[in-house]
């Protein structure tokens, strides 16, 4: 946790996804990702969803963004698809207003941390596609946790990453690094979009975190990854040095555009 003053930590926007409980509809938000932000030393501020006209108003006042993971899919009609299986859910109000956040985001070079579905929504975002059913293709291992399991079982670490060269994740843990994550989801990336990095492969060669290549037109902090590390985050050191980085992004961003003179 932070032990500067709530009025000198960096905000960071965690939107949130969107439920029928009952016959009302609501907006939800994880506690482990608001619990997340504050242990990288920032306030969350979660945001139920927002117009166009909205989007430039919230980055406005944003430090930072983390996308969630979420039981519901980025809907396939953004990277050209049918759905594959009905069966899954969907989540299209999230989709109507983060995939045009993600880009806008980027562009101002407000960090951006993405875990799981924000992780391929950043891709499909950026023009890249999904494996609908990674478990379905060609030399790809299932990375779905056993369903009827308790969630200590679900999130427990399942297999390696491997870390590559060149990526935030080096800079934390060094090129080739093997780093046991949990493996929780049915989809993952299929093409990465243009201008993205791989930061790090399962075994079975699935990108399983990507970040952008800085540029002019993208400068700041982006790192997307598939697993979950905001799952007893306090406890891992992996995710402690995430959340940390993302942290010292976010406030960076805020003393560069928001020093406590102005």
């Known amino acids: 946790m932070s032990t500067l003053p709530p009025s000198s930590q960096p905000l960071v926007l965690v939107p949130a996804c969107n439920r029928m409980l009952g016959q009302h509809p609501f907006h939800v938000a994880g506690k482990k990702y608001v619990d997340a932000v504050r242990l990288a030393g920032a306030l969350p501020l979660v945001v ?3 117009s166009p006209a909205e989007l430039d108003v919230l980055l406005d006042l944003a430090d930072g963004v983390l ?15 049918e759905v594959y299986d009905q069966r899954l859910p969907l989540d299209p109000v999230r989709d109507d207003w983060t995939l045009p956040l ?3 985001a980027l562009q101002r070079g407000i960090p951006l941390l993405a875990i799981c579905r ?6 499909v975002a950026l023009g890249g596609s999904l494996h609908q059913a990674v478990q379905e293709v060609p030399g790809k291992h299932d990375h779905r946790a056993p369903e009827a399991a308790p969630a200590e079982v679900q999130y427990a670490a399942s297999h390696p990453i491997v870390v590559q060269r060149g990526g935030w994740l ?20 299929n093409r990465l979009a243009d201008g993205l990095r791989v930061e790090a492969l399962a075994p079975d060669g699935l990108v399983e975190a990507f970040s952008t290549v800085p540029t002019a037109d993208t400068p700041g902090f982006a790192l997307c990854v598939q697993w979950h590390p905001e799952w007893l985050a306090a406890d891992n050191p992996v995710s402690m040095a995430l959340l940390r980085a993302f942290g010292a992004a976010c406030q960076d961003y805020r003393d560069t555009h928001r020093p406590p003179d102005r």
């Open 48 to 50: 139920p969803s927002a």
């Open 67 to 81: 996308l969630t993971g979420s039981p519901s899919n980025v809907h396939p009609s953004h990277y050209g698809e």
């Open 102 to 104: 993600i880009p806008k």
């Open 118 to 123: 924000g992780f391929q929504e950043a891709n």
């Open 170 to 189: 080096e800079r934390l843990f060094g090129v080739g690094a093997e780093l046991q994550v949990n493996s929780v989801h049915g989809q993952g990336v």
